[in-house]
């Protein structure tokens, strides 16, 4: 009696589990619905909060606009988009969790990470998973070693080049002080190449100071700099650490001007002051006061959803989903592989820039270079 | 030479505040014989006191700091009387367990009302830059300087000097001795706490005008440092948290400026593991040894 009780019950435990599982894969091929759905994943808490904020938002806008002209045509059917988009507080451990959710959840390709650290925490597995994974701004040379990893940003190492051009080229200053997070891979990496091509140009780095993360005292390295001829300071880091570095170098009583990274996009909200900034010049593909058309049509859609102006990462944000489209008409098809095979193909003119993609994944497009003055930011060139 | 003077002086600048914290670390172990986790967190919740007294409510400035040490006092109360008397004569690791509890409660708490984005907050001291020669110090760092002088003054006093500051060393020196003389114990207690927390709060204060900035895990890492520094200076003795803190933030300082700032942290728990292999009760603590 009790042997045959525990049969039925077991019997009973395994149809119920087989159910289950059949359910859940009934749920992850939405392939035949019309809904093509795109998980995101940025940091939505936390110190880097407004770069996903931002990501997400101008997403949401490029995805309301593209549904309300009729969806994407791939193929013989005609797609809505829909956004998932989930917070991975800039952290890989987060990210993991974020992204298997968003997998549980039917995403069909990945808007993300917006940064670089999550992002390469969790690329191995989205390989692994071989979606299309399109990051808006992560910018660390390793995020595209993946053949279904594309981006949208500069890397970092580009960026660093750049940067040192404009500092010993344009400006003509060749006594440069640097200061960075070494615990961070974006900062590092375009530390690295920055420091690189000073030297390749004849400049000269005076003063080379790190700080962990977390910091909030830079007095030390501050003081150390202006004990030196450094003519320049560089700061490629994240727009929290740079009104710390900006506000304490002031009231250490020093008055050089700064080069940042794009990074430093956002910068203003977080200053008391914000006279600490002015003259500071960072790269920066996007900015609002630009007269093109497309960029104000954006800026006024955003401040209507948002009651906000958009920074260069929610113009990322819209870019990364009209390449998204893009590829989808091309492929015909929602199959990752062939989407992964359109990115080559497709052209996109979009808020940052026009922008074509190589097979490792990197966007070839230009620069633009951002300054600060009167508490505003102004395009430079 | 300038420079040296100036590093001298940053590092004396952020070790006041450590010493400022790490006073209130080592008041409640000399008392209650543990260690209060939750010390840390009693920093931002002043950040956030001040900024609500200041930029929401507008109040003058002398009143917003008021009710933030007041407010910071009465929580240190609170939280003594909610999670640790009832666990007085618990295991020491429960109480620990209850310290990092409470401290995750409180960064949760801000978590929720003020969300996880930094707050630029503007200094409420305003005092211009002082330039002597090439030498420019802050105007924060020397109020920063001054305030903490003046706590340490008035705490050696009161410790020294006042019958509340003899019961104090008396619960501290033997609990149930100071008890049969008419101490009243849980008075005692609640006290330290109260003192502690707002010295954290002046702390908190002091680092929101220097650092112009809140966030929710604002304690967390002067909190570790102000630990370290309560342990370099002998845990139990305030003398030794006054001279650990304003010794771990010039060994920072000297460190980031003249060896490296990436190795700075190893420095700092290097000089720490030395101290304590030499005088494994910290500088100015005491060799006790353990009553069976």
Known sequence: MKKSLKKILSLGLISALTVSLLAGCGQKSGSDSTEFIIGGLGPLSGEAASYGISVKQGAEIAINEINAAGGVKVGDQTLTLKLNFKDDEASGETALSAYNTLMDEGAQALLGTVTSGAGLAIGEKIAEDGILQVTPSGSAAGLTEWPNAFRLCFTDPLQGQTMARYAVEDLGLKKIAVIFNNADEYSTGVKAAFVEEVAALGGEIVAEESFEKGAVDFKTQLTKIKGTDAEIIFAPVYYGDAAFITTQAAELGMSLPYLGSDGWDGVLAQVVDPAVLEGAVFLSPFLATDENPAVQAFVKAYDEAYKAVPDQFAADGYDTVYVMKAALEKAGSTDSEALIAAMTEIQVEGLTGSVTFTAEGEPNKGAKFVQITNGEYTLVK | ?292
């Open chain 2, 1 to 292: 030479m300038g420079s040296v003077l100036e590093q001298l002086i940053n590092g004396l600048g952020t070790g006041s505040i450590y010493a400022l914290i790490a006073l209130g670390y080592t008041m409640v172990y000399g008392i209650a014989k543990m260690i209060n986790f939750a010390h840390g967190d009693i920093i931002m919740v002043g950040a956030y006191v001040l900024y609500v007294t200041v930029v929401q409510f507008k109040l003058p400035v002398i009143a917003a700091v008021a009710i933030t040490i007041t407010f910071c006092a009465v929580l240190g109360i609170t939280i003594e009387k909610i999670a640790y008397k009832p666990l007085r004569k618990a295991p020491s690791l429960a109480v620990l367990i209850t310290a990092i509890g409470m401290s995750f409660l409180l960064q949760s708490l801000a978590l929720l009302i003020f969300n996880a984005n930094p707050i630029a907050f503007k200094s409420i001291i305003n005092v211009k830059t002082v330039k002597i020669g090439d030498i420019a110090v802050s105007g924060v760092t020397l109020v920063t300087l001054l305030v903490t002088l003046i706590c340490m003054i008035a705490l050696s006093l009161f410790i020294s000097k006042t019958k509340a500051g003899s019961a104090m060393r008396a619960v501290s020196e033997d609990k149930a001795a100071a008890q049969l003389m008419g101490i009243n114990v849980n008075k005692t207690i609640s006290m330290t706490f109260a003192i502690g927390s707002a010295l954290a709060a002046v702390a908190g204060i002091l680092f929101v005008c220097q650092y112009q900035s809140i966030k929710p895990t604002l304690g967390a890492l002067p909190g570790i440092k102000a630990f370290v520094a309560a342990v370099l200076g002998g845990i139990g003795s305030v003398p030794g948290a006054m001279i650990g803190g304003v010794l771990l933030g010039v060994i920072e300082s000297i460190s980031k400026a003249y060896i490296s700032s990436e190795l700075t942290d190893a420095i700092v728990f290097g000089v720490l593991v030395l101290v304590l292999l030499v005088k494994p009760s910290g500088l100015l603590g005491k060799n006790r040894i353990e009553k069976v």
